[in-house]
């Protein structure tokens, strides 16, 4: 590891002299791309991060919200003031681990479950839901269904031992991640006021104290390795970068942390995980605008003779950094050791510089391995000034083959087809809060009330008893989580292919009747360096950050993740989105048809539909190219009224259109028992993707059309109870039963299997 020869000229003159080998390599992983967002950063300021709901917005390991009362849990967050909202929060925060699950996919993946699960405890929640947004190359290669296979079982295998259901996300598959594929994991945790903590160190005097798994030399490096292009030797080469997880470690660290913060003994915390012990502790001093003395040699280890700088930056999963008022420091170490987990005070807190000294062992000398300023070091990392290329637009040419093979051909694409073999490894049940679960538009999770005192209901491992959820508790808020984005739109409109990830999420949100509350981010994208790769990457941010604002929603937290290139080439720009939303209650309408009510219901779209087919599955299959469709102008207000229609009692079965367009959410809403009757002009309005839209099986079609306000909303068809999707489009027909389209969207299954 080596500091640029600017970056090394700065550090020389801040510290006056030439640093030591220690403070090189806490310089080259703190001021790399992946900590110090040197590339991005200058860009982030397009997003908005506040609002009356947020509590803690950018900066901190997650953020945290405060729920609305169930009575405004329907109404959206620009109509509500201050006394809406209750005593109740929430932290979402989302992480990136995509170098690390192409050199392991399975240790890759897992441990960027355990890291997004600590900056969840880290605020003093308790984390109750996951989400994984996962991007792979083409499915039809060998290296592909290796990368995905590998990263769903780290996946499941940590989020099923440590507790935590895994209630939604996404997949997607596209040739710009042959060599690079991307995994998204977000999480959900649940406090309150008494409860909160930040990484803001408190004063001078305090005791550091690391807590958890003992440290050994796994993921050394691994800030500055994320911040690099994959090299074609990246699987063996750069394997000792990538930590290795224990989920069992990371449960009793969960439940550590849960009676830790009962007694108010945090302080401050931050979890150990870019950068190890440096990263953490420093920025936890720096936030605060305060110094340490760290003895790197008390630091509890796994391997014999480990050196400073080995202790330094190791990426030893399952570790949190505390700060504890001296009086208590024994009580943590009782209640470390009540979970079997390791405890050292390795320093404190002071209010000069940042010092870490270590020695080899007693007899030998104690020497100061690094001095400098912790907010040089946190935040001094100079900002890059990169030139961009501007994104051009497409040509319009597309086919138009026969209905029947279009049909079967975006049906059966990997991206429209069924992920159930992904979602059912997934315990999403656990906990008992999930009342929507994976393979709906959105995942509904049920937010019970907190005590008088404060605790939590649940207790914080069981989360109550089933009886808790859906109609036995009408008042309650449930809480509607999607997450994704669309590489084929991103990469055929970066811009647009953004706002229209956003209004998507949305869009599945209201879908089960629920309205945005926040969201957080993951920007993924390839070599800054290279002006076009960087031009498309501003446009995502920008796209994004457009996107969520005419949404009224604040974007609270994220995570950049840049240097996606391998051999292959960059990834598309991919702004993967995780939206939060609340509803009254949770019991929202299936994306189901119901054939009891077919005779006397109708098929709705509700929604502003466009002529464009650019970066949609029909054009993927077909071949050509297409302008991206033009968005409604005014998404926010789409997005409420559309949550509105979900909402009423005569709605009875609401699905979004999305990927594959019509055509896909009409087979997706068919069963053995309920088929649908559909007329559609051309090929376009069957395949055409723009978001903002909904298909809705309803009993009073007069009230749908005066709750869309001036949302159009066209007659699709009827209900039928064959079982079968009979589609006319244009002068073709096609009619496909339910065990056929079963069929068509099982190709994961089929393959996988």
């Known amino acids: 590891m080596s500091l640029s020869e600017t970056d090394h000229e700065l550090v020389i003159a801040e510290l006056g002299r030439e640093p030591t080998p220690a403070e090189v390599a806490l310089f080259e992983n703190l001021w790399s791309e992946h900590c110090a967002y040197r590339s991005s950063r200058p860009l982030l300021s397009a997003f908005d991060g506040e609002g009356e709901q947020v509590i803690v917005g950018p900066g901190d390991d997650a953020a945290v919200l405060a729920l609305p009362d169930a009575d405004a849990a329907d109404t959206p967050p620009a109509e509500r003031d201050a006394d809406d909202y209750g005593d109740q929060y929430v932290t979402f925060g989302v992480e990136s681990h995509n170098h690390p699950s192409f050199v392991d996919p399975f240790d890759g993946a897992a441990t960027g479950v355990g890291g997004i699960v600590r900056d969840t405890m880290s605020m003093g929640a308790y984390p109750i839901a996951l989400l994984d947004s996962l991007y792979f190359g083409g499915f039809d290669r060998e290296g592909s269904r290796y990368l995905f296979e590998g990263v769903v079982e780290g996946i499941s295998h940590y989020g099923n031992c440590i507790g935590v259901p895994t209630v939604g996300g996404s997949v997607a598959f596209h040739g710009g991640y042959e060599g690079n594929p991307l995994v998204n994991v977000a999480c959900v945790g649940v406090t309150n006021e008494e409860r909160l903590v930040t990484a803001t160190a408190r004063e001078p005097g305090n005791r550091l104290l690391l807590v958890g798994n003992a440290t050994g030399r796994d993921g050394l490096g691994g800030a500055s390795f994320a911040s690099e292009d994959l090299a074609e030797d990246a699987e063996t080469e750069d394997r000792p970068a990538v930590q290795v997880g224990d989920p069992y470690a990371e449960k009793r660290l969960i439940e550590c942390n849960e009676a830790l913060v009962d007694e108010d003994l945090v302080l401050s915390a931050r979890d150990l995980g870019a950068a190890g012990l440096g990263g953490a502790s420093s920025e936890l001093v720096a936030k605060g605008g305060l110094g340490a003395r760290i003895e790197l040699d008390r630091v509890h280890q796994r391997e014999p003779n480990m050196n400073a700088l080995e202790i330094l930056l190791a990426e030893s999963q399952e570790r949190m950094c505390y700060e504890v008022a001296p009086e208590n420091v024994e009580r943590v170490r009782e209640l470390a050791d009540r979970f079997d987990l390791g405890c050292s005070d390795i320093g404190e807190v002071t209010d000069g510089n940042y010092v870490c000294t270590f020695a080899a062992d007693e007899s030998a000398d104690r020497e100061i391995v690094v001095d400098a300023d912790a907010e040089f070091l946190a935040d001094g990392a100079p900002m890059n000034d990169l030139a961009a290329d501007a994104p051009t637009d497409p040509d319009r040419d597309h086919p138009e083959p026969a209905l029947e093979d279009a049909f079967e051909a975006v049906v059966s694409d990997p991206n429209t087809a069924s992920k159930r073999w992904v979602y059912r490894q997934y315990d999403h049940e656990v906990g008992t809060r999930t009342a929507m ?271 869309a306000d001036d949302l159009p909303v066209f007659r699709l068809g009827d209900v039928t109870t064959d079982g079968t999707l009979s589609l006319a489009v244009g002068d073709e027909s096609l009619a496909v039963d339910a065990d056929a389209i079963r069929e068509l969207r099982g190709v994961i299954d089929r393959e996988l299997a």
């Open 437 to 707: 679960k994976p393979g709906d538009d959105a995942a509904i999770i049920a937010m019970r009330e907190t005590s008088e005192s404060g605790e939590s209901v649940d207790g914080g491992t069981t989360g109550g008893s089933a009886a808790d959820l859906g109609a036995a508790d009408p008042e309650g808020v449930g809480l509607a989580l999607s997450s994704g984005a669309n590489p084929r739109w991103t990469s055929v409109a970066p811009y647009d292919g953004s706002r229209a990830v956003a209004l998507e999420n949305a869009t599945n949100l209201a879908a089960k009747g629920a309205v945005p509350l926040a969201a957080v981010d993951c920007l993924n994208g390839g070599n800054p360096e290279k002006p076009g790769v960087y031009g498309g990457f501003k446009a995502i941010v920008d796209g994004l950050a457009d996107g969520c604002r005419a949404l009224d929603t604040p974007v609270v937290g994220g995570n950049v993740s840049l240097y996606n290139d391998s051999v292959e080439g960059p990834i598309p720009p991919t702004p993967t989105l995780a939206l939060l939303g609340t509803r009254a209650g949770y019991d929202a309408p299936p994306a189901e048809l119901d054939p009891d009510a077919a005779a006397d219901s109708e098929l709705l779209l509700v929604g502003h539909p466009s002529d464009g087919l650019g970066g949609s599955a029909y054009l993927a299959a077909a071949g050509g190219s297409d302008r991206f469709p033009s968005l409604p102008d005014a998404p926010g207000a789409t997005v409420s009224s559309l949550a509105a229609v979900a909402r009423h009692d005569a709605t009875l079965a609401t699905h979004d259109v999305s990927d594959g367009g019509l055509a896909v959410a009409l087979a997706e809403l068919v069963s053995e028992e309920a088929g649908a009757d559909v007329a559609l002009p051309d090929h376009v309005a069957a395949f055409e993707e723009t978001p903002g839209r909904l298909v809705v099986q309803t009993t009073d079609p007069d009230a749908v059309a005066e709750i």
